[in-house]
């Protein structure tokens, strides 16, 4: 049995991932989760709950799973290792031991004289993800998905006024050598509009999300009709109980998978004024071309493509918030 990576690399052994599942090889599973999480290759465990907002609390469970194997694969294609039909050898572990983050897959936080608008934008976000303690996809095969409520396309924060497109709904990935790369920067809104806030599915209230990190959904299709990602885990909500559109101290908080709060767009040959009924609580994408475009980049992700039941993160961000931390 074995405790860590090293001792594994003194045998001289192989080692399958089926072994590595074995009780008594948990602790070394999951130093080898917690270094691939560390180098941005695996989806850390989210969590929260009634009081705690959602966000990474753990690196792994210790068990070798289809997603631990996914980011095992990514890593040899990065270091030039070799991993053969589910065995680890030696020499992969000793380049997992000797990866560090900042040199393997760094990224690039400060801003740079030849920055576009673009790009200082997605630092900026990324700068704020880093302060909050999000977990960030570093490789170049994976997509962050984040949503900013209360924000222009510029990065300028807005009024964030009721039953309005005023968010942004947003996918970058990062370029080797650290640059991030913004693909999607749509609008879109992450709050109920005025039908489902006067009234609501719910007798405590629309749905409003909490700020915060979530890994909840799955490709499929909302109300069984539009192409979207499907909420399949844990969201944290405030419940608009006086129905004023807004968040309050006085808001019951509300944690479930079945809320149905998806990402989907609006319909395919109009673009709304208002977001009206088109929001109960769902992230929608304001235009539905752009929308399909949206869900055809997240399904390139190495993630989704070693796995097609994979759960997607998205990342719920204050426009206020990132004004204040990350001020334009």
Not at 32 to 40: A, E, I, P, V, Y
Not at 46 to 61: A, E, H, S
Not at 230 to 258: E, S
Request: charged content about 25%.
């Amino acid at each position: 049995m074995y405790n860590s990576l090293q001792q594994i690399i003194d045998s001289r052994q192989f080692i399958t991932t089926d072994a590595l599942n074995q009780s008594g090889n948990r602790p070394a599973a999951f130093e080898l989760q917690s270094r691939l999480c560390d180098l941005g290759l695996l989806d850390p465990e989210i969590d929260g709950d009634l009081r705690k907002p959602f966000g990474p609390v753990g690196k792994g469970d210790g068990q070798i799973g289809v997603n631990t194997r996914g980011a095992i694969h990514e890593f040899c294609r990065i270091s030039g290792t070799e991993y053969l039909d589910s065995t680890v050898q030696p020499e992969l572990l000793w380049a997992m031991i000797k990866a560090r983050p900042e040199t393997f897959l760094p990224l690039q936080f400060d801003n740079r004289p030849d920055d576009d608008a673009p790009t200082r934008f997605a630092k900026r976000i990324l700068r704020y993800m880093r302060k909050k303690g999000y977990w960030i996809a570093r490789s170049y095969n994976m997509y962050n998905i984040v949503y900013i409520e209360g924000m222009d396309a510029d990065g300028t924060k807005n009024l964030d006024l009721h039953n309005q497109w005023n968010d942004r709904r947003i996918v970058f990935h990062i370029l080797p050598g650290g640059k991030p790369q913004m693909i999607v920067n749509d609008q879109a809104t992450t709050e109920p509009g005025r039908v489902f806030t006067r009234h609501p599915l719910n007798r405590q209230g629309a749905a409003r999300i909490a700020f915060g990190q979530y890994k909840a959904w799955v490709d499929g299709l909302h109300k069984g009709i539009q192409p979207a990602l499907v909420q399949r885990h844990n969201l944290r909500v405030h419940r608009d109980l006086n129905k004023d559109g807004f968040r309050n101290a006085l808001d019951p908080i509300d944690i479930g998978r079945t809320f149905g709060i998806n990402q989907h767009s609006t319909h395919p040959n109009r673009v709304p004024l208002l977001v009206n009924g088109y929001s109960a609580g769902c992230f929608v994408g304001r235009r539905y071309r752009y929308h399909l475009s949206f869900l055809d980049i997240v399904r390139r992700d190495v993630r989704y493509l070693q796995n097609k039941g994979y759960l997607f993160i998205s990342t719920i961000i204050s426009g206020d918030d990132l004004e204040r931390e990350e001020p334009v």
